[in-house]
């Protein structure tokens, strides 16, 4: 099993920024994906960016140029930077990783990202 836990949300003004952290920790050996994904009210949860074991990333259409992700493989830890945050990025944002061998899929409790003035 692993077990994932988001930390770094919280209300932040349009234009600003946050830092998203998600620490895996248990049975780690073998994730080849880690990604971040969010969900906002009556909405459909979304991929926001992803990257896999190389350092190979994927980011929705709509934060390219203001996310970033990467990845801590000594800590286990991946990070999603948002800069200049809109109303429309508000949403739950949800840490996944996922295993090949078994093929298995994890998921955090999820962080909220509010964007308001």
């Known amino acids: 099993q692993v077990q994932l836990v988001e930390s770094g949300g919280g209300l932040v003004q349009p234009g600003g920024s946050l830092r998203l952290s998600c620490a895996a920790s248990?049975?780690?050996?073998?994730?080849?994906?880690m990604g971040w994904y969010r969900q906002a009210p009556g909405k459909q949860r979304d991929l926001v960016a992803a990257?896999?074991?190389?350092?190979?990333?994927n980011y929705a259409d709509s934060v390219k140029g203001r996310f970033t992700i990467s990845r801590d493989n000594a800590k286990n830890i991946v990070y999603l930077q948002m800069n200049s945050l809109k109303p429309e990025d508000t949403a739950v944002y949800y840490c996944?990783?996922?295993?090949?061998?078994?093929?298995?899929?994890?998921w955090g409790q999820g962080t909220q990202v509010t964007v308001s003035s």
């Open positions: 990257i896999i074991s190389g350092g190979s990333t």
């Open positions: 248990g049975s780690t050996f073998g994730i080849f994906y």
């Open positions: 996944n990783a996922r295993k090949s061998v078994p093929p298995s899929d994890y």
